[in-house]
């Protein structure tokens, strides 16, 4: 086959062509994402459970859910949150099961429970799947909250008439409610209660269907039709009829009225109150054309707004993909202009050029391989295509420098292309082999940054893959075209002396060091070992730090308010409006700053009842966010601006928890996850602030705080024992209550897109002290009316906001921030681990420790590497023990991957930068790549010592000749690779300390093996 395509041109040149059309055709299908998609693994299942508190939530709901789904296959990890009115389970799906069939037995174990309390709500069983949001669009203007709502619905359906818009959800607003509120006076004035008046609302206002009535003249459907559908029809409703004929209407009684039920969930945009239109992609839609479609769509809205109306696009995330869009392109044409540079030093323009084409060819196969198995163009896949550009040279540059040198011995071109081609096909073969038993498993890695990471070497394997084909079949073709057009031995006079000087530093630097490391062998062996251990230790020394995921930097910044519940919005209000005066003198100072008179803060959104790291709701809580410039066109550090807005807002008392951080991505988790569980809350708390307080003591963790406490403030009513006396039941009196505070009726008003439920209460004035409910009226069974306070007790306590079960143990979780200039998370949950928990277990019997952080996601992600590296390490050798028919010989070609972990560490060290699971990932890759130089070199010295030399002499006389590819290889990757080491946008610094791992490592590698190698060899020699 060699040989029919390098005699054939025009079926190598049809191959790269065809190659070329389908990666084009493939290239506007590809979908532009910020991470790649992984499928879901959790299923939520919600339960509403009204006016219930958190431990009746429990009790009710989260014990029967649990039991309910304890036995469902695969099941790995189940947690319930009680909180106050809801509780929320996660089912947690074990990695490799079916989440279809998952969903289905979740769902059918939930579906069968039949112990709810007739107040529970039908429970809503979901996937949890990734929203993938792509922008916001912020509405303000002057109108009122339900007018700005109603507007905004109708934007809404405009957008969603675009088929490229496929999800817009409203945010800012609560659902709508119905009030009708009646003062405790007005019921006792005409002796009704508050369930008298729920009855008849109930009672009167129906809409139910009749039948169908048969008729001579046709079929006829008969319903009943007498809802009010507004206050005003409300308000005719009857409530009390005298015998005489006198009434007394519901609007007579009460204030009947729609609002929002609650208040506190508004957004306020740049000062204004504002709808906030969140719009997320489907899974097979492309970022980017959603964004224009915005864009088009936006244009319309504002020809056709009122005056006075001004939308503005916030939380773009677009522009962040554009921007590795841009890193993809100039630094793949800067790495390609490098590796023809440096190929062009060793060889003719167009010798070079073909060699070169390779890459592009490469790259277009291997998008072509991606848009058919669904792969989009994201941070990972992105990842893999530059790293591509640096390493794909290397099998090209071995069958082109072979042909080379069959050309120089005076063979034809066509013949030295094909002999050439096939003298090195074994060892390419068996150095691609050997890469992807390294790459190969890396496609399996496990745990939540595995399923993300794991897309890089996917994507290299396939562009390897595609690159090989390149390589045999189409290059040798071209390559002997070229050396019949061109003059092979024309060379400029620049290239004649750098080759002069090339070779010069091998006959005077390089064999000299050869020479003189194969006369002591063991000792240059024991010597590269030292320096590898030694560089090992840089971790114990504390010298290289390890985080997860490197720290990006954000261009949002955000402030999370959360007070005591029970703290009314208004104060809310004022911690906020505190928080922001400070947020504004950061703008002032930092937009000082920037070039251009430009302001640091581009938008400001507050959003109350929002705050992610509660896991509550309600008026006590608040998040203010702000857009920034984005990095690559400010000045100033996230880490700085944080720092000087939590120093100009000051300590506020009253606030529980305030957090200022940038807006958390990835999926390296927590810098501080650690959960505490066991069955006492108060012992769980003692243990929680305990730790707390070691942490806040420890310089460089921020924002320490605990998921346990206290709640809002409870009067618990209970029956007296002479309640009978009087006919009253438990029952009636929990009815009375939950109507006068609660107040939910069975009657649901549908009016366009809204859907009202109607609400019967007390009137807030009669219902905001402990005396209102002792004067609460109930009717006796002789339907007179007596007071609350003469059948039962009201007692004030005070549970927990929320509680937290982790497969059936009550949980209390400490979270934490870390600056990672100052600490770093690892060596704090070291700490722990060996210091603080040990004791504290023995302190709290009952109580143990589990961590839910970085440092789990490592562990399992980290131990799914390493086991996949064993597997490709032991490949390795089985392949090369096949090829050698030695069961030592392999080790000398193998020697090159723990000399890769000297530029490792040193490199990283050069540059600044923390060792990551990247970082990990670029090891291991590197791992199946600088094996291959050693494959052939010691194949070479194999055949000198066939020929007759003594193992000594024929590594020696090995290296010599395997200098030259050996370089031009490591040079090419290397300078393939520069580009994006010495990329400076924030989006390049998840892959740096990857590239920086492939750099430095395959440099350390390279000059190692051609001194170990002969020197392995040697000591082979010796023992024989």
Known sequence: MIRFFASHTTA???????????????????QRDTFPYVPPTEVEVRVIYPGATPDEVEDVICLRVEDALDSITGLVEISCDARENIAITIAEMREGEDIEEFYNDVKSAVEAIKRFPDKVEKPTVVKLERVASVASIAITGDMSPRELKAYAEGVKERLKRDPLIAQVRIKGFSEQDMFIEISAGALEQHGISISDVRNVVERQSLDIPAGVMETT??????????????????????????????????????????????????????????????ISKTTDQDSLRVMAAIEENLLREKQIAPHGVNFEISSDVTGSIRERLRILVVNGLQGLGLVFLTMWLFFSFRFSFWVTMGLPVSFLGTI??????????????????????????????????????????????????????????????????????????????????????????????????????????????????????????????????????????????????????????????????????????AFPAG????????????????????????????????????????????????????????????????????????????????????????????????????????????????????????KERGVAGKAIDLRIQGDDLARLKMVSQELQNFLMSLEGVDDVSDDLRLGKRELRVR???????????????????????????????????????????????DRSNIEDLQYLKLRGPDNTLIPLSSVAIIEED??????????????????????????????????????????LAEKYSGVHFVSEGQDKETAKTGASLLSNLLIGIIGIYLILVFQFKSYLQPVAVMLAIPMGIIGVVWGHVLMGLDLTMPSMVGFATLAGIVVNNN???????????????TAVEAGRQAARDRYRPIMLTSLTTLAGLLPLLTETSTQAQLMIPLVASLAFGLLTATIASLLLVPSFFAIINKAD
């Open 217 to 278: 003249g046709g079929d006829l459907i008969v319903r009943f039709n007498e809802q009010r559908k507004t206050p005003n029809e409300l308000g005719e409703l009857i409530v009390v009829s005298g015998s005489l004929g006198g009434q007394i209407k519901l609007g007579d009684i009460a204030d009947i009225y729609t609002d929002f039920d609650a208040p506190e969930d508004k957004i306020i945009f740049n000062g204004d109150r504002a709808a906030l239109l969140e």
């Open 368 to 537: 072509y391989a991606m848009n058919f198995l669904g792969y989009s163009l994201n941070m990972m896949t992105l990842v893999g295509l530059l790293v591509a550009i640096g390493i794909l040279m290397d099998d090209a540059i071995v069958i082109s420098e072979n042909i080379a040198a069959h050309l120089a011995k005076g063979k034809k071109a066509l013949d030295a292309a094909i002999d050439g081609t096939r003298h090195v096909l074994p060892g390419v073969v068996s150095s691609f082999l050997t890469t992807v038993m390294i790459i190969g498993p890396l496609a399996f890695l496990s745990g939540k940054m595995g399923m993300v990471l794991k897309f890089l070497p996917a994507v290299l394997l396939i562009t390897l893959i595609v690159s090989l084909v390149e390589a045999f079949l189409i290059l040798p073709s071209h390559l002997a075209h070229a050396m019949t057009k061109a003059d092979v031995g024309k060379r400029s006079r620049f290239q004649i002396g750098f080759e002069n000087r090339f070779e010069m530093v091998r006959e005077r630097i390089f064999m000299p060091l050869v020479v003189r490391v194969t006369k002591a062998p063991g000792r240059s062996i024991g010597i590269m070992l030292f320096v590898m251990l030694f560089s090992i230790a």
């Open 12 to 30: 190598a040149n049809v191959l790269m062509f065809a190659i070329i059309i389908l990666g084009i055709s493939a290239l506007p299908k590809l």
């Open 935 to 949: 494959i052939l070199l010691v194949t070479f010295i194999k055949s000198g010592m066939k020929n007759g030399m």
């Open 719 to 765: 029956l007296k024992s002479t309640a009978g006396v009087f006919g009253v039941t438990a029952q009636a009196v929990a009815n009375e209550l939950r109507a006068a505070i609660y107040g939910n009726t069975s009657v649901e008003i549908i009016s366009g897109p809204e859907t009202y439920d109607v609400i019967v209460r007390l009137a807030e004035g």
């Open 798 to 839: 005070r549970g927990y906001a929320r509680i937290h079960r982790v497969n059936g143990e009550r949980t209390v979780t400490i979270q934490a921030s870390v600056d990672t200039k100052i600490a770093n998370s690892q060596e704090i949950m070291g700490m722990l681990y060996k210091q603080i928990l040990p004791p």
């Open 543 to 662: 010298i290289l730090k390890f985080q997860a995921f490197p720290t990006l930097e954000s261009d949002v910044i955000e402030a999370r308010v959360l007070l005591p519940q029970g703290t009314p919005l208004s104060r809310t209000e004022e911690v906020v409006a505190h928080v922001n005066t400070a947020l504004k003198q950061l703008d002032e100072e930092f937009s000082a700053l920037q070039d251009d008179d430009k302001r640091m803060i581009i938008n400001t959104t507050i959003s109350f009842n929002t705050n992610i790291d509660a896991y509550e709701s309600g008026a006590h809580v608040a998040t203010i966010s702000a857009d920034l410039l984005p990095a690559e066109a400010r000045q100033g550090t996230i880490d700085d601006m944080l720092a000087r807005w939590r120093e100009l807002t000051g300590d506020l008392p009253d606030v529980i928890a305030l957090k200022f951080t940038d």
